[in-house]
């Protein structure tokens, strides 16, 4: 008789990592103090491609966080707004003190159908004979208010 004295060969457990903040994969690029230097450009009404430029990051870093959380697309956009805001404001500060040049160009922009400068023609009559009048003499313009 063939006596077997061989041992079993036995498979190595593998190590569990049992540390529960552990991920596997790369970490995010795109950290707190990074969004912080992305919102302080957005402020400024940077477009994106320079943003990332002056936070040395590939813009489709970016769009991949933004993929990840569509509510910074919203904050992006209306971070981008910013000057046109202060804009606003100042405008606004500049009306309540009565600075009568600041009050007028309100108007003008807001209120256009009272105080607009733009005179509008109604027909095409009307923009032939200003482009007539407009290259006209002096002689030919005598002739076209005589008429």
Known sequence: MIENNAKPILKKKKKVNTNINWT???????????????????????TDDECCLYCNINPSTLYRYIDKNPDFSKRKELLKRTPNIQAKANWVKEIKQGTYASSKEWLERRSKDEFSLKIETKNETDINMNIEVAWASDDELDKIINS
Do not use: Q, T, V
């Open 24 to 46: 596997a994969g790369r970490p995010n690029s795109i950290d707190e103090k990074l969004l912080a230097k992305l919102e302080e450009w957005f402020m400024m009404s940077l």
